[in-house]
């Protein structure tokens, strides 16, 4: 919501606007309340209350819309400042290291110092500045604050998106080093990853195919055309997610600097091969929690000074510290790295706060021919079938597809496969509820093709024999057959979706 607000998309320019005002809740001091607030590319933060505990603060923001009417069909009146106090605290935290949310029970919970269940150490003993008691907000972290929301919001919308997510996960983490390490650090690798996948330009090698499997498909491939293994290993590749933790590691090393390695004052830091090792145990500790939860090795949960590195066995591990320091250096470079622009042509709305998006219901589109078209038609058939099945409990109406049959007749020899079975089973069961005198007028002509292409076992076939009570002449294999198939194949792109009702019966 941060850069939708900012105007930058917005093709008509800024027509109206609405100020805003919201409570953070954080462990910052400001103590420039004379000096007036901070005032920053995403809103205006300045200090409440110098005593309170924890310190409240107030973030201020101009809300900004391209439309200028004041009521109207499908104009907004205002987000709240909500989205926005979400968004900003989640920035604050992550770029100047604190605390900062907008629930004060959450910020008085993570800066009381204590253990919590299932966690050996407080978490400002873990990582360094997010949990302490207070933090003085001096000049750097202003000018760090201004500079990095300025080029934030100066993001192309694809690499803003990406990078909230980021920062959104990376003090996520941070919040769950109270009471769930693992998930925690797990987290932190995933803030990185998230820009990796969508941004690293890797293009998927045979190479990197895991190697047992790939000798195996070489050998079977031995005796094939070079062009026909090649096909055979594309479509492989484009299948596949190869080699996420190398090119999780050369993300983050592309993203870190020499002098990101050579900081002074820091405990355990590591040169860039050791780092690479260390990135190598990282990723497998979050494979291994995802899949099985593991725990972290013991040493990770214990006061290490904020080291950023230990040694266990014959591996090292980044601590959280450390971990905590690379994920955020990454997402720092990555956006210094990424374009900027002023403005930029992209579609918003269903981007804002609060819009959901949901499928109409079918008496809205059913009935319109243009949404009979190829690889759609099963859509059209389910949204019969669920009139259908509404009509049985409650006698709901059933749209009227006469315009739909008309473009079945017209069009029935265009259609194949899955699309010919919907479309005839659509044309068959819409005009059997129909009085004989409101029937298409070559209906008696049209039943018996349609009614061909029924012939075999299909999911389309069994409901349409379901619905007009007929038996179908496949045996009893034939029938488990064509339900176990549907309910493997439902959910897969271009499934037919059968209504609850009809689902029991036909089981």
Not at 114 to 140: A, C, H, N, Y
Not at 254 to 281: I, W
Not at 341 to 350: G, H, M, N, P, V
Not at 417 to 438: H, K, S, V
Request: aromatic share 8%; glycine share 4%.
């Amino acid at each position: 919501m941060l850069q939708i607000n900012s105007g930058k998309l917005y093709p008509n320019g800024v027509r109206r606007t609405n100020e805003l005002r919201g409570v953070l809740y954080s462990n910052l001091f400001l103590f420039r309340m004379d000096d007036g607030p901070i005032v920053t590319a995403a809103g205006r933060l300045q200090q409440a209350d110098a005593t309170g505990t924890p310190r409240p603060l107030i973030y201020e923001i101009t809300e900004k819309f391209e439309d200028d009417a004041v009521r109207a069909a499908g104009v907004l009146i205002s987000h709240t400042v909500q989205p926005y106090l979400r968004d900003f605290a989640a920035v604050v935290s992550f770029i100047l290291r604190v605390t900062c949310t907008p629930d004060a029970d959450l910020c008085a919970r993570l800066l009381n110092g204590k253990r919590s269940l299932g966690v050996m150490t407080p978490p400002d003993k873990l990582v360094r500045r997010v949990f302490d008691k207070e933090i003085f907000f001096q000049q750097p972290d202003i000018d760090l604050l201004k500079s990095f929301t300025t080029d934030l919001i100066a993001l192309e919308r694809k690499s803003f998106l990406a990078t909230m997510r980021a920062i959104r996960t990376y003090v996520t983490s941070m919040h769950r080093l109270k009471d769930d390490l693992e998930l925690a650090y797990m987290l932190l690798v995933a803030s990185i990853e998230s820009l990796s996948q969508d941004f690293d330009a890797h293009k998927a090698q045979w190479s990197d195919y895991e190697q047992s499997k790939r000798q195996r498909i070489d050998k079977a491939l031995a005796n094939a055309d070079g062009v026909t293994a090649k096909r055979v290993r594309t479509a492989i590749l484009e299948g596949e997610h190869l080699a996420l933790a190398r090119r999780f590691r050369e993300f983050v090393l592309a993203h870190l600097s020499d002098s990101d390695f050579q900081e002074s004052g820091r405990n355990g830091s590591l040169g860039r091969l050791d780092l690479r090792d260390a990135l190598k145990e990282a990723y497998g500790l979050r494979s291994r929690y995802v899949h099985s939860l593991r725990d972290l090795p013991h040493l990770l949960d214990t006061d290490l000074s904020y080291s950023e590195s230990i040694h266990s066995g014959h591996s090292t591990f980044l601590t959280l510290e450390g971990l905590s320091r690379v994920a955020r250096k990454v997402i720092l470079e990555f956006v210094a790295r990424r374009p900027k622009c002023e403005t930029e042509s992209y579609d918003y709305r269903l981007e804002r706060y609060g819009i959901v998006s949901a499928e109409l219901a079918p008496q809205y589109w059913i009935w319109r021919p243009d949404f009979l078209v190829k690889g759609k038609c099963r859509k059209v058939l389910s949204a019969l079938l669920s009139q259908l099945a509404a009509f049985v409990l409650s006698k709901s109406p059933i749209s009227d597809l006469h315009q739909v049959c008309a473009k079945i007749e017209g069009e029935f020899s265009r259609f194949r496969g899955d699309d010919r079975r919907a479309c005839a089973a659509i044309y068959i069961l819409f005009n059997c509820g129909l009085p004989l005198d409101q029937r298409r007028a070559n209906y008696e002509k049209f039943h018996k093709l349609c009614a061909k292409a029924l012939q075999n076992p299909s999911i389309e076939a069994l409901c349409h024999h379901l619905i007009l009570g007929s038996v179908p002449s496949w045996n009893a294999d034939d029938q488990r057959d064509t339900l176990d198939s549907y309910f493997e194949k439902r959910n897969q792109k271009g499934g037919l979706r059968v209504p609850e009702l009809l689902r029991r019966a036909c089981c």
